[in-house]
């Protein structure tokens, strides 16, 4: 039932990026996507092989579930968010967008704990909600300086 759940999500998920309006080039978003896939494979990696603080379930279904989330659900949620960016002008709006998305991306990671496909051991969940605003930040910053690159190559905008 939880694998139908995030397959569901995912394609849902999938289906609404692709038809939403982009905002982003073309090579901007493969871009941020391959950005992101990097970050957040690594992260988790990390947090779960080199530093051991989280434990993925070794049951099949869960672990399914895990690598649908790590590859598909997190970073087509933040490639959305990137796109969706641009319709917001003012800087408070910009940053309530962005609280808005880390929290969601929060309540994912959340829901897996609790799903017991993911089992912290030590890790307090605040730790999570920094990481995952290290994250936009260092896509941010890659992405001002993939746009400077691509302005200086006369690809337009």
Known sequence: MKLTLIIDAAIILLVSYYIMKKRLHLFENIFILMILEFLVTSYCAILYINLDVWTIANDTELF????VYETIIYPFIWLSYFNLQPFFKSALSKWIWTGLFVGIQSVVERWLVEWDVI??????????????????????????WYRNLMRKEGIPE
Request: proline share 3%; glycine share 4%; charged share 5%.
């Open 64 to 67: 399914i579930i895990f690598r």
């Open 119 to 144: 089992t912290y051991k030590g890790w307090p969940f605040w730790l999570s909600f920094i990481l995952q605003t290290l994250i936009v930040l260092i896509v941010h910053l890659a992405l001002a």
